[in-house]
């Protein structure tokens, strides 16, 4: 079992930065892809983007060029930094273990955080 307990989130205003956090328990952590999600009342799940188990990294054209994910394998983290924010960027973000799309939009992971919310005022 792992637990991801996602971390950073609040209140902004349009055009600022905010930097999530994800911390997982276990020692295999650097083992996992670690994928990052959002999702609005009466919505699905978003996809946001994702980083490999090397670094490589993946983005919805939505946040391309604006968000940035990291990972810390020594310290079981891994990161969403968000620039530029925009009122549409308002959402309850989620982090996932080995995330894996299913059927046009969907996702299933292995484990998933209990989320944050971001809310970017216009």
């Known amino acids: 079992q792992v637990q991801l307990v996602e971390s950073g989130g609040g209140l902004v205003q349009a055009g600022a930065s905010l930097r999530l956090s994800c911390a997982a328990s276990g020692r295999t952590f650097y083992t996992y892809v670690m994928g990052w999600f959002r999702q609005c009342p009466g919505k699905e799940r978003e996809f946001v983007g994702y980083?490999?188990?090397?670094?490589?990294?993946n983005y919805a054209d939505s946040v391309k060029g604006r968000f940035t994910i990291s990972r810390d394998n020594a310290k079981n983290t891994v990161y969403l930094q968000m620039n530029s924010l925009k009122p549409e960027d308002t959402a309850v973000y989620y982090c996932?273990?080995?995330?894996?799309?299913?059927?046009?939009?969907?996702?299933?992971?292995?484990?998933w955080g209990q989320g944050t919310q971001v809310t970017v005022s216009s």
């Open positions: 980083i490999s188990r090397s670094g490589g990294t």
């Open positions: 996932a273990v080995n995330p894996a799309k299913y059927g046009s939009s969907s996702w299933r992971g292995d484990y």
